[in-house]
């Protein structure tokens, strides 16, 4: 099937699903304590990855359907509870198809509890012409949890003919268990805004990602040492420290999708080095 | 007619703003070596102004200064404004601006300056560029309007002192990209608030954070 012919199939649109996973602490590892995954979600069982941390658990998620098209309304609750240590990622890179007059959602719902660790670490979205989608993602964080988010955008007109998507607009949100804001990473930007020889991205860069690595500032990378390693995969890159003491913040831009995928694998490792101390196997997909 | 040269006399770079300290990423993106021409900064700017200041410092002025008599309002404003400031050389650099902003007010007697500065000092507020101009501005009498643009006036003026002062136009050159870009601030300044504080800053983001553990540098961000 081509992309073309997913961006018309029959019979996707408007979809309400809402996926949860809670990993807690238990016999040495961290179990799944609940998996509700309908359609279009597909996730794996839980894979322990990496010697150093076997109580690390690991879990691909992926879409059954071949990306995200019209009118869905996709949401995901992770919760990690305290002392767990969980690793979701993405199968692969997410298409967002032409959605024509109804915009698409993604929300995510991360509760990290005392002293736990989690990870959330996806593959691009790719924005295909006509493609209007929000991204909602809620962290909240508990006293001595660690959480990494790293995600990344990027655009293709598989025709060829440099057609813009239509939107994005997305919303961050990092709060304490008491409710407190830490920060709010918030923007809106339509594909042509990109696409265009504005100033927004730079010459050449055709896709951008970010990262958020929660915590106290002694479980956290050199933020150099960050950007010296997305510059060796061909990503510009900064990394600074967070509002509120909350932790680092990565920006990066890059030439395509591919490239902003190996930093997300990067920035990945870098700080699971620094957090949990070893460098984590790869995850192979 | 008073409101409107109020919003003047704030806006002209005599009044000791501080604003000068500032290039808002511009020298971290000459620094790297992007070559920018005059119409590859003009580019830039305008990003900034579409994407940044109308949708992140306006909303926030805008906000504040609605509530500008009741600062436990402002300074929720101003704490939602460090939120939102990922990129720690623009938050660092925002709140000295706004301490700059807030001295020269305080000393000149604007009303309401030296209860803002006092909340500052006392950490129970954080004295944000966007959040003390709305405090200081509405004390020294400009309406709302004219407190966005001169806002937007200044982050336009801001980019182009720094781009002379770094060489990367002309001071003439200078004149006649601000001249462009003075429709597209009346543009902006007329749009409705967004709901929320959002920005889009990605280049300016990764340029001036990495330029700010340089050595040598002119300006503070």
């Keep these: 099937m081509k992309p073309a012919d997913y961006a018309e199939g029959p019979g996707v649109v408007g979809r309400s699903r809402r996926a949860e996973l809670v990993f807690g602490r238990g016999g040495g590892r961290s179990a799944l304590m609940r998996q509700i995954a309908p359609y279009p979600f597909h996730v794996t069982r839980p894979f322990a990855l990496d010697a150093a941390r076997s109580d690390l658990a690991t879990l691909y998620l992926q879409s059954a359907s071949g990306g995200i098209y019209r009118g869905d309304r996709l949401d995901l609750s992770l919760e990690v509870r305290a002392g767990a240590a969980a690793h979701v990622t993405s199968q692969a890179a997410t298409v967002v198809h032409d959605t024509g007059a109804e915009r698409a959602r993604q929300s995510t719902r991360i509760v990290v509890g005392p002293d736990a660790f989690a990870a959330l670490t996806l593959d691009p979205l790719i924005l295909f012409p006509g493609a209007a989608l929000t991204v909602e993602t809620a962290i909240e964080i508990a006293d001595g949890a660690l959480a990494i988010l790293i995600d990344g955008v990027a655009w293709h007109d598989f025709t060829g003919e440099g057609r813009p998507f239509g939107s994005l607009v997305t919303e961050t949100t990092v709060h304490d268990p008491a409710g407190r804001l830490l920060l709010a990473d918030r923007s809106s930007i339509t594909g042509e805004e990109l696409s265009a020889a504005s100033g927004l991205l730079g010459p050449e860069r055709g896709a951008y990602g970010s990262a958020l690595l929660l915590g106290v500032a002694e479980r956290l990378p050199d933020p150099a040492a960050i950007e010296d390693a997305l510059d060796a995969l061909g990503c510009h890159a900064a990394s600074s420290p967070l509002p509120n003491g909350a932790g680092l913040g990565v920006r990066m831009v890059a030439a395509n999708g591919g490239r902003i995928t190996a930093g997300v694998e990067a920035i990945f490792a870098i700080a699971v080095e620094a957090m949990l101390g070893f460098t984590p196997a790869r995850r192979r997909k | ?221």
């Design chain 2, 1 to 221: 007619m008073i409101s409107q040269l109020l919003a003047i006399w704030q806006a002209d770079a005599a009044f000791p703003s501080g604003g000068f300290a500032f290039s808002n990423g511009l020298e971290g993106l000459a620094a790297a070596g992007d070559r920018l021409s005059s119409d590859e900064l003009e580019a830039v700017v305008e990003a900034a102004l579409r994407r940044r200041w109308a949708t992140a410092d306006r909303v926030a002025l805008a906000r504040a200064f609605e509530a500008a008599n009741d600062l436990d309002a402002v300074a929720e404003i101003d704490r939602e404004v460090e939120a939102t400031m990922l990129a720690e050389p623009f938050r660092l650099g925002s709140r000295r601006n706004g301490a700059g902003l807030l001295a020269a007010h305080a000393r000149i007697g604007t009303p309401g300056a030296r209860d803002w500065q006092a909340r500052v000092r006392a950490g129970r507020a954080l004295g944000h560029l966007a959040t003390t101009q709305a405090v200081v501005w509405s004390g020294a009498g400009l309406d709302r309007s004219g407190a966005v643009l001169a806002s937007g006036y200044m982050a336009v003026s801001g980019f182009m002192t720094a781009a002379v002062r770094l060489g990367v136009i002309g001071a003439i050159a200078a004149q006649s990209t601000v001249r462009k870009l003075l429709p597209v601030v009346a543009e902006l300044a007329a749009t409705p608030l967004p709901g929320r504080i959002e920005s889009f800053s990605f280049r300016l983001d990764i340029a001036a954070t990495r330029h700010a553990r340089g050595d040598l540098r002119l300006f503070a961000n």
